[in-house]
């Protein structure tokens, strides 16, 4: 799907939505679309427009279980809001693992919807988004755009 920060490759099984990639070029067959992904690029084109701030889509993402909690944990952290790779840490009860939060976050299949461009360094600084740091800061600017005119009205 296009989208305001690039091509995005979505992938799926029938029933769950498995991944999204960046800078994607090669669209996949196309005469056979599972209703997942016509459901997630919709949700996708929400969240693009500001309209969206929660994700409603069965995800099934792979990983380690310790990435796997990582990514429940990110998934709480809310629109227009930030956490740091140490509150991720303690949150799973890994406060020394900052740098095992990160190379989770870094492994992150869903993009987006598993927002881990919403984890930035404790000094405030963003740091790493596989998708590129450009990326990164245009997604977190977008949300407190769409987050602050929320609170004005």
């Known amino acids: 799907m296009d989208s305001p920060i690039g091509v995005l490759m979505l992938g799926s ?3 769950q ?3 999204i990639s960046f ?3 090669e669209r996949g067959d196309e005469s056979y679309i599972p209703g997942i992904l016509i459901t997630a690029e919709k949700q996708l084109e929400e969240y693009f427009s500001g309209s969206r701030k929660v994700f409603d889509l069965p995800i099934d993402p792979e990983g380690t279980e310790f990435q796997k909690n990582v990514w429940a944990k990110v998934v709480g952290v809310s629109f227009g809001t930030t956490k740091s790779y ?3 840490a303690r949150e799973v009860n890994s406060e020394n693992s900052s740098r095992a939060v990160g190379m989770a976050n870094g492994k992150n299949p869903l993009p987006i919807v598993i927002p881990c461009h919403r984890i930035i360094g404790h000094n405030g600084k ?3 988004y ?3 740091l450009e990326r990164k800061k245009w997604l977190l600017l977008h949300e407190q755009q769409y987050a602050l005119n929320n609170r004005l009205f």
């Open 126 to 128: 963003l740091t790493g």
């Open 130 to 132: 596989a998708g590129g």
């Open 23 to 25: 800078d994607a070029e």
């Open 17 to 19: 939505l498995k991944s």
């Open 86 to 88: 140490i509150d991720i």
């Open 13 to 15: 099984d029938e029933s």
